[in-house]
Structure formats: C-alpha cells, structure tokens
C-alpha cells in the first residue's frame, strides 16, 4: 500500500497508450461498494475471496494489460500462482513509514491503520513479493514518473514491450520528466 502501483500504472497507461486495469477499481464497479464497505461489512476474507475472482476474470482477457493490484494480492497462494502464469510481475518496494507519508486518507486502506501494524505487514509479506516478483524497482524518494520509466526499462529490457524508436520530441520529454 502506497508503493505507487495505482499511480504508477495510469502514468504508464497514458504516456505509452498501454490498456490498463487498476484492480481495486474494477473489484469495486463490480460489486457496487467501496473496499471500506466491503471490509467492514463482510470482512477481508471476503474481500480476498472477491480479489481473487476478480483477478482470475481479468486475467482471462486476451488482451495483453497492466494490471496494478492491491498490495495484498500476494497473500493467498492461488492469487501468487495466477500472477505466475499470466505474466511479469513488477514489485514496486517501498517502507512503511515511506508510505505513511504518501497516503493521505488511511481510511481508504483498512489494513494501514496504524503505522506499527503497516511495518509488520511489510515485514510478513517481504517474502512473498520476493517470490513472486520477475522485477522489483525501489521506489525510495523517486516521482511516479521516475518509476514508470524504471519500470518501463526493465519490461523493455525483457523483451515484455518492444522498444519503440525515440523522436526527439519523446528524447526531450524524456529527459525533461527525469531531469
Ligand atoms: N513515488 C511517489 N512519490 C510520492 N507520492 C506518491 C508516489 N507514488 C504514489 N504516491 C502517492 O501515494 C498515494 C498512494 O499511491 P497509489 O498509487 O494509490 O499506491 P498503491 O496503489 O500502491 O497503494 C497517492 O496519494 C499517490 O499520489
Ligand atoms: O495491502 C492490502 O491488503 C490492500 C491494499 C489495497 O490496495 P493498494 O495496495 O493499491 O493500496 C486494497 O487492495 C485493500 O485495501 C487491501
Ligand atoms: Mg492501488
């Protein structure tokens, strides 16, 4: 949580026209309620049980998407084998207390109530967004836009993105985002 995957991923979206699915908001459309909601109406296993069908439907798509998924994604082993199988998966690492600082509404989140109980869910998962991870990028004092083309270097690097020839309109964007 706070890592950037949501924002990230529309920046992503709208510099290089990739089609994108947050998967918190399409989780949310299609029950009708806000994941506070469903939290607190039903719980987190039910919200994980929902998350997990709602990645197995996105993940039947033929077409190739970004998908940013909730923080929490890896937490069941179903969820971490499906992430396996349907592509590359980008770990975007950030500390607790560095997402404390970003979050400006935590009751959006119900697992980042306080900060203690934020660094030890850190620490319970750490192995888990190891495993799973194809590419990790440090978001450490970076700008969205400073990930993004982290990010992007790496899928192009794997060969996930064909890299596409620079003009020197987007050389300049370029350098001027990154400067
Ligand atoms: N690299 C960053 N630097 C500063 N603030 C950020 C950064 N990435 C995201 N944020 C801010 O942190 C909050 C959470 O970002 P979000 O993209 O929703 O993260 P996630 O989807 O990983 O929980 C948002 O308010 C966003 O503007
Ligand atoms: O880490 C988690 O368990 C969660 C992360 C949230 O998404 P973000 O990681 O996008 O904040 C959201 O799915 C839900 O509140 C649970
Ligand atoms: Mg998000």
Redesign the pocket.
């Known amino acids: 949580?706070?890592?950037?995957?949501?924002?990230?991923s529309r920046y992503m979206a709208r510099r290089w026209k990739f089609s994108a699915i947050d998967l918190d908001v399409y989780l949310e459309r299609r029950e009708g309620r806000v994941i506070r909601d469903i939290f607190a109406e039903d719980g987190e296993a039910a919200f994980r049980a929902i998350e997990t069908d709602v990645l197995r439907e996105v993940g039947e798509s033929p077409n190739p998407s970004l998908v940013?998924c909730g923080?929490g994604i890896v937490e069941r082993s179903e969820n971490r084998e499906l992430l396996e199988r349907l592509g590359t998966v980008v770990h975007?690492r950030v500390s607790a207390d560095e997402a404390a600082g970003?979050?400006?509404n935590k009751s959006t989140?119900p697992l980042f109530n306080d900060i203690e109980g934020a660094r030890a869910l850190c620490e319970r998962r750490a192995p888990l967004y190891d495993a799973a991870a194809d590419v990790v990028v440090d978001?450490a004092g970076?700008?969205?836009a400073q990930?993004a083309y982290e990010v992007m270097g790496a899928l192009r690097r794997r060969g996930d993105v064909r890299p596409q020839p620079k003009d020197g309109q987007a050389a300049a964007e370029e350098r001027d985002t990154l400067s």
């Open positions: 949580m706070g890592a950037g995957k949501t924002s990230v940013s923080g975007l970003r979050i400006s989140r978001t970076k700008s969205v990930i």
